[in-house]
């Protein structure tokens, strides 16, 4: 995690050291007003603040909550990519989550820097004040996708009236959190899955990334052409394009452009594998004696996809010149 510190004054100096010691998994570049000469800090300039704010995950503001405000003002523009920023008055007796608490994980920072300085965490979010499910920060927490911000927000605000419906694809482990109960319907509820389904009136889904792709193509395929063949194949089987964790091919596609273009505009990770290694991944596959004949392995796509998969749920697909398959890890719901 890169983080950004501020301080102003010779004690704030001193109090942000102590913040950067319980954090130690945070890469920090830290800043102080210039006449205080200290060694390990840079001089504040305007720009600073900006250039923190776009390029840092954490933002730590060592004085009042009033200056951290104003500074980062001109370039807060949206919860899901915002930092998290805190501030700790500068004899480190309080801190406080000013942005992005839950989906930045400044409520979590927070009571971990308070932890630390022996200090007191005022954390004001609805859910966290009244003990309930916090849905974004639990998304965020175990790598889901939120299918839609506005109804998290709705979730958010019922959740604080009355127990929410939420149903599973997934096993879960353990006890549900206050504020949400089992249910398959309802006016607005939680759906954790890999599908595009809607079970209630207003449906949030949250997706983890447990889809494999499995990608075989001819020569020189285009990457609307791999675009088209995964979108077809996700619409077919009603599953969510958020749910991909990466995708797999053969060694000797680690060089065609429109597949390698795709992965990279579509922000999804692409693996390649020798026929050798696919050749040893058990079960049954749908065998093509041309594939065999070019490739050296009777299927590409459904070995690829169980590669670090668990199971086959999309068998071998062919459009556009390319064959998909979809192959799915094992995942469980943990709460608390």
């Known amino acids: 995690m890169k983080g950004s510190i501020f301080a102003f004054s010779r004690q704030g100096c001193r109090t942000a050291r102590r913040v950067m010691e319980a954090c130690p998994d945070v890469i920090w570049n830290s800043f102080t007003m210039e006449r205080f000469e200290e060694p390990d800090f840079s001089p504040i300039t305007q720009t600073c603040y900006g250039e923190s704010f776009g390029e840092s995950e954490l933002m730590v503001f060592v004085g009042s909550c009033g200056i951290a405000v104003r500074k980062i003002a001109p370039y807060v523009h949206d919860k899901r990519t915002d930092p998290a920023v805190v ?9 406080i989550p000013l942005l992005s608490g839950h989906i930045g994980g400044a409520n979590a920072l927070t009571r971990k820097i308070a932890e630390a300085l022996h200090a007191t965490a005022v954390i004001t979010t609805a859910t966290d004040i009244n003990r309930r499910f916090s849905v974004d920060t639990w998304a965020t927490e175990h790598g889901c996708a939120i299918g839609s911000m506005k109804l998290a927000k709705a979730v958010s605000a019922a959740i604080l009236e009355r127990d929410i419906p939420l149903k599973s694809d997934f096993p879960i482990a353990g006890t549900l959190p206050n504020g949400v109960i089992r249910g398959e319907s309802g006016n607005i509820g939680i759906y954790l899955t890999a599908s595009d389904a809607e079970p209630f009136e207003n449906t ?11 990608i075989g193509c001819r020569r ?11 979108e077809q194949v996700f619409q077919e089987n009603h599953l969510d394009f958020r749910a991909i964790r ?3 091919s053969i060694d000797l596609k680690q060089d065609e452009e429109g597949l390698l ?18 050749e040893a991944v058990p079960g049954e ?19 690829a996809a169980l590669l670090g998969a668990d199971h086959l749920i999309v068998k071998k697909t062919a459009c556009h010149g390319v064959t998909v398959a979809v192959a799915m890890e094992n995942w469980e719901v943990h709460f608390g």
Request: net charge negative; proline share 6%; hydrophobic share 40%.
């Open 285 to 303: 596959f749908t065998p093509s004696p041309f594939v065999q004949k070019v490739t050296g392995v009777d299927n590409v796509c459904e070995r």
């Open 220 to 230: 020189g395929i285009e990457k609307e052409a791999s675009q088209a063949a995964v």
């Open 246 to 248: 990466c995708a797999a």
């Open 204 to 214: 949030l889904r949250l997706i983890p990334k447990v889809l494999h792709l499995g």
């Open 261 to 278: 273009s795709f992965c990279k505009e579509q922000n999804i990770p692409i693996r390649f594998y020798t026929a050798e290694e696919l």
């Open 87 to 95: 501030c700790v008055d500068e004899l480190g007796t309080f801190v």
